[in-house]
């Protein structure tokens, strides 16, 4: 499918050119046919292929925006005759130079709005600022749509904000991609519910191996599940 879908991009935009979009389809196909010949090695080859900096997930992270946000603007539309003279469809260097410029500047200026209303759902992220707009996207065209529950995400830079908004008392309702010993950094401020007070807990931690529990488990208490 990414195979195809480069040959698709390569065939619109009608170039042999390689782009961010391209070189990225081309690289994240290619990687995974060089996995796929070595089944067993996958589970060594994670880091290549779903959790590293250069993964094919972080770089369809970085494409799938580009391509969902690439905008279709019409400056204008010309009824001529066959000998009409037509201006350029495609700006010269110097006006590059000049929108490149422009668009230099407006990035100093670009700000994310953090303020939630009271009934919106407030999440953060510990992703990049690409898998976050995607999250967005989807939730906005899909959740919302479907359920009229507003959902706001916001990139959670670093997991000790967690810590500083408990105390501030402006933490999210949700937050995500937090590491594994997180809880228990929560558990020893007494800033999480201890889980085992439920009644059902018993039933639900049969589902894991009792060793997955260890960086959860704060005295006497469970302060979140594998």
Sequence with gaps: MLEESYDLWQDINETTKSSEISAGLKISYEWIYDISEKPNEIPNNLEKLATGSNSVMQRLGVILPLIIDIPLDIDAVYIH??????PRATANFFNKIW??????????FTTDNQDVEEDEIEVWVNRSRQYVNLMQQMIDSDFTTESGIKVKISIMASEDKLILSTSSGANPDVAMGVAGWRPYD??????????SEFD?????????YEGAFTQ????????GLP
């Design 216 to 223: 959860l488990i704060y005295q006497d208490g469970v302060y």
């Design 186 to 195: 929560f558990a020893i401020r007494d800033a999480s519910y201890d889980l």
């Design 99 to 108: 929108i490149g410029f422009k668009r230099f500047i407006a990035s100093f």
């Design 81 to 86: 005759g066959a000998d009409a003279e037509l």
């Design 200 to 208: 059902d807990f018993r039933e639900i931690s049969d589902r894991f």
